[in-house]
């Protein structure tokens, strides 16, 4: 139901991706993107993104946007076309709610301009949200596993992969959603042993457990965040999970 991938994509998957060693000891905080975050907003939307605070991400690039920043354009559509998705998966991805979102997929594939960098993987990731939306796992998988290539191959000349949210990470949150709960753990391992652990990996790592109904190892997961979350102010919706989740289901272990 996607819009056909690019040329570019399509030389990208031909490409082998090395395979990623056992994690080690997770080092927590959020994604090294200091390539792609010169500016102050994209560096603070970073923050923000990392804290589960998605939409607070996409208000704080939105004035840079509007002055033409190209990255902050990117990260901004890629940002909101993710949560677009996920609104439109809760109305059962009908053509009206992912809308939205094919118009984020068309203004990254115009920034593309077919070539492999920050917009097309962000357009990638987007069309896979759009197939998950609709519960189509294998278009998704498709989807998801070029882009993760792509990302590899950019990182790994030095260049940026996805904005704010990395196209492994975004993939686990996408396996989480159509219930694939084994694909959602190996995505989100595969997050942490790019970048290092984070308040979003460990999250994902918990729900994913939770959600294969591996209590040990979710009490665990939850706990992690608990920790890593410390005393930061607010409590966005993880985290209220994680502590109802860990008072209801861990105290006895």
């Known amino acids: 139901m996607g819009t056909a991938m690019g040329t570019s994509a399509i030389l990208v998957i031909s490409m082998s991706v090395p395979a990623y060693a056992a994690l080690g000891p997770s080092k ?6 200091a390539a792609s975050t010169q500016a102050s907003p994209l560096a603070e939307a970073e923050v923000r993104a990392a804290e589960f605070d998605l939409m607070g991400a996409a208000n704080l690039l939105k004035p840079a946007a509007g002055r033409g920043d190209a990255s902050a354009q990117v990260a901004e559509i890629y940002v909101r076309g993710l949560i677009d998705a996920r609104e439109a998966w809760r109305q059962g991805g009908s053509p009206e709610s992912l809308a939205p979102v094919r118009q984020a997929i068309s203004s990254l594939e115009a920034m593309a301009k077919g070539r492999p960098g920050s917009a097309e993987i962000a357009r990638l990731m987007l069309q896979a949200a759009a197939a998950a939306a609709q519960s189509e796992r294998e278009e998704m998988r498709l989807y998801v596993d070029t882009a993760i290539r792509m990302e590899t191959l950019q990182r790994a000349a ?38 290092g652990s984070s308040l979003r990996t460990l999250a994902g790592r918990a729900r994913a457990a939770r959600g294969a109904n591996d209590t040990p190892t979710a009490c665990s997961a939850f706990r992690a965040l608990l920790d890593a979350w410390g005393g930061r102010a607010g409590q966005p919706g993880e985290i209220a999970e994680a502590r109802a989740y860990v008072a209801g289901s861990c105290e006895a272990r």
Request: glycine letters at 10%.
């Open 28 to 33: 927590l905080g959020p994604y090294d993107y």
């Open 158 to 195: 030095g260049m940026p992969g996805a904005p704010l949210v990395a196209a492994a990470e975004a993939a686990g949150d996408l396996w989480l959603q159509v219930h694939r709960y084994e694909d959602a753990r190996s995505a989100y391992d595969e997050a942490a042993e790019r970048f």
